[in-house]
T-cell receptor, first 114, second 115 residues
Framework: AQSVTQLGSHVSVSEGALVLLRCNYS??????LFWYVQYPNQGLQLLLK??????LVKGINGFEAEFKKSETSFHLTKPSAHMSDAAEYFC????????????FGQGTELSVKP | EPEVTQTPSHQVTQMGQEVILRCVPI?????FYWYRQILGQKVEFLVS????????KSEIFDDQFSVERPDGSNFTLKIRSTKLEDSAMYFC?????????????FGSGTRLTVV
C-alpha cells in the first residue's frame, strides 16, 4: 500500500536551532509532495509543494524541502527555529494517476524551546 | 488571499442525529474534497467531488455519508445517523485542478463531537 511516513511524532528544538522534519513516501512513481502546517485550533496551511522541476523548493516562513527520488524522501528544514514555528506539521502526497486525493503522514509536533 | 470557509466551527450532536457540515470553496476552484482527522490521528481522505458528482471515495465514506453542491457555491457533507466514532475534525478543501499543482486550500475545519 502506498504510504507516507513521518519519522518522529514529536520533535523539540531550541530557538535558533536547525529544524529537520523527516518524510518518506512509498511509491514507484514520484508523486506530488506537500508540507502543511497546523497551528492549534486552526486549519491546514500549505507550507510548500513539489510537483515538477527543481527538487529544492522554498516555502513560506523560511521553510524549504528537498525531493530526493533515490531516497524517496521529502524532508522539511528551516535553518533557524522561531518560537512561532511551534505547530503540527504534516507531509502529504498526491500519487500519480490516483485522482486528486492527498495521503497524509501521521504528523510531527514541533516544539521550540526558548 | 482566497479562503475556504467552513461552518460551523464546532458542532455537538447526539448519537443518531443527522448533521450537515458546510463549506464554501474558493470561487474558481472546480475540485472539492472532505477530509477528517480523529483526535491524535492522521488526516484521512473521505471524498472528492467534481462536476457535480463524486470522483472518488474512501472506505470510510459509507452509506451514512453524502455530499452535495446545492447552489453552486456551498459544498456540504451530511452524516445521516451519527455515531460516537464520527467525532473528529472535518476539513473541506478545494483545488483549481485535479492534480493539485496549485496546491489544495483547506478550510479551518469543523470540530464535530458526537455524544
Amino acid at each position: 500500500a502506498q504510504s507516507v511516513t513521518q519519522l518522529g511524532s514529536h520533535v523539540s528544538v531550541s530557538e535558533g536551532a536547525l529544524v529537520l522534519l523527516r518524510c518518506n513516501y512509498s511509491s514507484s512513481v514520484p508523486p506530488y509532495l506537500f508540507w502543511y502546517v497546523q497551528y492549534p485550533n486552526q486549519g491546514l496551511q500549505l507550507l510548500l509543494k513539489y510537483t515538477t522541476g527543481a527538487t529544492l523548493v522554498k516555502g513560506i516562513n523560511g521553510f524549504e524541502a528537498e525531493f530526493k527520488k533515490s531516497e524517496t524522501s521529502f524532508h522539511l528544514t528551516k535553518p533557524s527555529a522561531h518560537m512561532s514555528d511551534a505547530a503540527e506539521y504534516f507531509c502529504a502526497v498526491r500519487l500519480y494517476n490516483q485522482g486528486g486525493k492527498l495521503i497524509f503522514g501521521q504528523g510531527t509536533e514541533l516544539s521550540v524551546k526558548p | 488571499e482566497p479562503e475556504v470557509t467552513q461552518t460551523p466551527s464546532h458542532q455537538v450532536t447526539q448519537m443518531g442525529q443527522e448533521v450537515i457540515l458546510r463549506c464554501v470553496p474558493i470561487s474558481n476552484h472546480l475540485y472539492f474534497y472532505w477530509y477528517r482527522q480523529i483526535l491524535g490521528q492522521k488526516v484521512e481522505f473521505l471524498v472528492s467531488f467534481y462536476n457535480n458528482e463524486i470522483s472518488e471515495k474512501s472506505e470510510i465514506f459509507d452509506d451514512q455519508f453524502s455530499v452535495e453542491r446545492p447552489d453552486g457555491s456551498n459544498f456540504t457533507l451530511k452524516i445521516r445517523s451519527t455515531k460516537l466514532e464520527d467525532s473528529a475534525m472535518y476539513f473541506c478543501a478545494s483545488s483549481e485542478s485535479t492534480g493539485g499543482m496549485d496546491g489544495y486550500t483547506f478550510g479551518s475545519g469543523t470540530r464535530l463531537t458526537v455524544v
